[in-house]
């Protein structure tokens, strides 16, 4: 397979040995289930030799948790065979069943021009738990069928099965330990958030997505946690945000664990009400969480395997915690990175971070005044947009090409037929979100990408007359690849873009940057002199190792890896698995990463804690 840089792939790579599927062939689902029989008595008979004869060489194998307590994408059958011959003896995966009914039972699927497989979800057991997974297997021209791409992910640990649904809690006084006596559920429920007879099992820094989904999770699988936050209210990391700000994913693919949004949510949710859904959300799933507290101190003891966290809440005297774990979920972008310029301190305006923005009338009367905002991303474009109906002549600038799609259109498209009304059930559509290797969801999303294009003609035509860079990403693969591996890069376009088409807000190039400020103004390094009152840095973030070094300090973050990006395998970096510090971890993304990983990263910590996981 040819590779231009990492991770850019081209599909499919099987030159003549490949032929069109026959629609004369089997029935999908007897193709599948014998593939299915051959794979599992190869597994249980463990003689991974005899891979060759129903994988290609050049095959894909996604594992979360299946094989080995990690997040891996092995490639190539040489790869394939000796990552399930590492790990066969332990993992021991059995019993597989295909899907029978629904959306993912077997059938043909045709991904691109020229590749055809037929693809199935099933499900299968391991020596410690349960899964599911999918197969997406070829025909070859000689007839055989083979495994192309392979998924499989750890869904539940036996004998430490989620506290839901058919095991979810009885809730009367008659099955409180001890009986009435020692206090009904609200007397409990009061001790038990305050944490003065017991530790928290894990202590999770930050109370947004990341935080209340993964301690959700934790806690359903029987786990005691404590989150803390620096803010007032739960949802304040959102309600604290710009006044226009809403999510840029529709209501369907945003769903929290174990309580999706009514059918009556509005699809795009303001910044506001999302802050109010996380404050019940706590309340609902009987989530502990201080709000208004702060790290002080943490140390972490190798030879015990525990912290020592020393936290300070609201003036109360600081308190002393021992967690086995700790987690950070403080959003999957670090500290904000805020450049400096010659001249800045002789600017007579004002100069902020897109983090600091609030709202442009808090500028006071904006009407007529010079806003320059630095950055084309999601924020400078909302920003610009805010200053915009306040008033302000707006210019933004630009200094590389940035990828564009309409919530209206574009946005859609990408979720279609998975995350949308009259979908799959949620669990089930993010298996397959998943199933597939990050440089093959890259190669897939090219074709993707034009589509969308063609949907967003009109708008991208608009954009590019009126001096806007317009950028599709590596190999022309959209806006997935931008936010796994930069978490910027785009826009999700919510109003701002017709603005520019119509000139109502000025896009200047910017390619070398700003050479300085003037009293009045910003220069450009070409020499252009740009008169300004207010400039807001949309510069982006840095990695979220920064914001652990800020918290925690130099000791725990130097032994942490980069966060974010993809590893030479193509999985994202010490996200929501072994971050390089043990009994430490990053967790964060959008909603629908959070609530996908939140399982993940829990059945880890969970498998260490009942001895089964010996990282």
Same mark, same amino acid.
């Given at each position: 397979?040819?590779?231009e ?13 490949v032929?069109p599927?026959e ?14 029989s ?6 249980t ?8 004869s ?7 194998w996604?594992?979360m ?8 994408t092995?490639?190539g059958l ?5 990552y399930?011959?590492?790990?066969i003896?332990?993992?021991q995966l059995h019993?597989f ?5 629904g959306k993912?039972?077997?059938g043909?699927?045709k991904?691109i021009e020229g ?15 349960r ?12 007839g055989?069928w083979k495994?192309?791409m ?5 869904k539940?640990?036996?004998g430490?099965e989620e ?5 979810r809690?009885?809730g ?14 609200l007397?409990r429920r009061?001790r038990?958030?305050e944490?003065?007879?017991?530790e928290?099992?894990v202590?999770i820094i930050?109370a947004?997505?990341a935080?209340?989904?993964?301690a959700?999770r ?6 005691s946690?404590?989150l803390?936050?620096?803010n ?5 990391n ?22 999706p ?9 303001p910044k506001?009400?999302?802050?109010d859904?996380f404050?019940a959300y706590?309340s609902?799933l ?14 972490y003891n190798?030879?015990?395997?525990d ?7 609201g ?7 021992k967690?086995?774990?700790v987690?950070?979920c403080?959003?999957h ?6 450049p400096?310029?010659p001249?800045?301190a002789?600017?007579?305006?004002s ?7 609030q709202?442009?009338s808090?500028?006071g ?6 806003v ?8 400078g474009h909302?920003?610009?947009q805010?200053?915009h109906e306040n =008033? ?6 630009? /200094? &590389? +090409?940035? @990828?564009v799609?309409?919530?209206?259109t574009?946005?859609f498209?990408?979720?279609e037929?998975?995350?949308?009304e009259?979908g ?21 999303n090219?074709?993707g990408t ?10 991208i ?5 009126a ?6 990403g590596d190999d022309?693969? =959209?806006?997935?690849r931008?936010?796994?591996? /930069? &978490? +910027?890069g @785009?826009?999700i376009?919510v109003?701002?873009s017709?603005l520019i088409?119509d000139?109502?807000i000025?896009?200047?190039q910017?390619p070398?940057g700003?050479q300085g400020?003037?009293p ?6 070409d020499?252009t ?6 400039v ?5 973030y840095?990695?979220m ?8 300090g130099?000791?725990v973050a130097d032994?942490c890896?980069?966060?974010w990006?993809?590893d ?7 996200m ?5 510090h ?19 990263l ?5 498998a260490?804690e009942?001895?089964?996981n010996?990282?």
């Amino acid at each position: 397979m040819l590779t231009e840089r990492p991770h850019t792939i081209h599909l499919p790579k099987f030159g003549k040995a490949v032929a069109p599927i026959e629609r004369s062939a089997p029935n999908p689902r007897t193709v599948a289930q014998e593939w299915i029989s051959k794979l599992e008595s190869i597994l249980t008979s463990k003689d991974v030799s005899r891979l060759g004869s129903i994988m290609y060489d050049d095959c894909w194998w996604r594992d979360m948790l299946g094989f080995e307590w990690d997040l891996r994408t092995i490639h190539g059958l040489d790869k394939v065979k000796d990552y399930i011959g590492n790990n066969i003896e332990a993992a021991q995966l059995h019993n597989f069943k295909l899907c029978q009914t629904g959306k993912f039972a077997p059938g043909f699927a045709k991904p691109i021009e020229g590749l055809e497989w037929i693809e199935s979800m099933f499900e299968f057991e391991t020596k410690t738990g349960r899964g599911s997974g999918m197969l997406r297997i070829v025909q070859g021209a000689d007839g055989i069928w083979k495994g192309y791409m392979i998924y499989t992910v750890l869904k539940e640990l036996k004998g430490f099965e989620e506290q839901a649904a058919y095991r979810r809690p009885h809730g009367g006084n008659n099955s409180l330990l001890g009986g009435a006596i020692k206090g009904n559920w609200l007397d409990r429920r009061q001790r038990q958030l305050e944490f003065l007879h017991e530790e928290p099992q894990v202590l999770i820094i930050g109370a947004g997505q990341a935080g209340l989904n993964t301690a959700a999770r934790l806690q359903a699988l029987g786990m005691s946690c404590l989150l803390v936050d620096k803010n007032t209210r739960i949802g304040d990391n959102w309600r604290h945000r710009y006044r226009t700000l809403v999510t840029h994913d529709p209501v369907q693919y945003t769903h929290m664990a174990y309580l999706p949004f009514p059918s009556s949510w509005p699809l795009f949710t303001p910044k506001d009400k999302i802050g109010d859904w996380f404050e019940a959300y706590a309340s609902l799933l009987e989530l502990n969480v201080w709000m208004n507290t702060r790290v002080q101190i943490a140390e972490y003891n190798d030879k015990t395997g525990d912290w020592l966290v020393s936290v300070e809440r609201g003036g109360e005297p600081t308190r002393r915690l021992k967690p086995r774990h700790v987690i950070m979920c403080t959003g999957h972008s670090g500290e904000p990175k805020i450049p400096s310029f010659p001249g800045q301190a002789s600017f007579k305006g004002s100069i902020y971070h897109g983090s600091q923005h609030q709202d442009a009338s808090l500028s006071g009367d904006v009407t007529s005044k010079k806003v320059i905002v630095v950055g084309t991303g999601n924020s400078g474009h909302d920003i610009a947009q805010n200053f915009h109906e306040n =008033g302000a002549n707006v210019t933004m600038l630009q /200094r &590389g +090409g940035t @990828y564009v799609i309409s919530a209206k259109t574009g946005l859609f498209m990408l979720h279609e037929g998975l995350y949308d009304e009259g979908g799959p059930p949620t669990e089930d559509a993010d298996v397959y979100g998943q199933s597939l290797p990050i440089p093959v969801q890259f190669a897939l999303n090219v074709g993707g990408t034009k589509r969308i294009a063609d949907a967003d003609r009109e708008n991208i035509e608009g954009l590019q007359k009126a001096g806007f860079k317009f950028d599709f990403g590596d190999d022309g693969s =959209g806006i997935y690849r931008k936010y796994v591996t /930069r &978490g +910027g890069g @785009y826009y999700i376009d919510v109003g701002c873009s017709q603005l520019i088409i119509d000139g109502k807000i000025k896009v200047q190039q910017c390619p070398g940057g700003i050479q300085g400020f003037e009293p009045d103004a910003l220069v450009l390094a070409d020499g252009t002199r740009l008169a300004a009152d207010i400039v807001v840095l949309a510069t982006g973030y840095d990695n979220m190792v920064t914001s652990a070094r800020k918290i925690l300090g130099d000791k725990v973050a130097d032994r942490c890896k980069d966060v974010w990006d993809l590893d030479e395998e193509g999985e994202v970096n010490a996200m929501w698995r072994p971050s390089g510090h043990p009994h430490f971890w990053f967790m964060g993304g959008s909603l629908a990463l959070c609530r996908t990983y939140s399982r993940i990263l829990a059945l880890q910590i969970k498998a260490m804690e009942e001895g089964l996981n010996k990282l």
